[in-house]
């Protein structure tokens, strides 16, 4: 099971390596509501995530590299690693 928390508008960690296929939860720690969204290809999206709540999304079963933002908050990146 991985882990990302938001925290402070950033994504802990920002580049969270993962295996294919594996869930991932992701913790809100600020007030404001955040999301976790690939950039390209619909490859997972969260949804909003409000304020002091969770979400599990599953990683992209194709060993990879895909960026994220949060769509609220475009300047909160990351990178997901499948492998
Ligand atoms: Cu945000």
Redesign the pocket.
């Known amino acids: 099971m991985g882990l990302i928390t938001?925290e402070n508008?950033a994504f802990s960690p920002a580049n969270p390596q993962v295996r294919p296929g594996e869930k991932i939860t992701v913790v809100n720690k600020?007030s404001?509501?955040?999301?976790v969204t690939a950039t390209e290809g619909n490859a997972f999206d969260t949804g909003s995530i409000p304020g002091g709540k969770s979400r599990t999304f599953t990683a992209p079963s194709k060993v990879g590299e895909y960026a994220f933002v949060?769509?609220?908050?475009p300047n909160?990146k990351g990178t997901l690693i499948v492998r």
């Open positions: 938001m508008f600020d404001a509501a955040h999301t949060c769509t609220f908050h909160m």
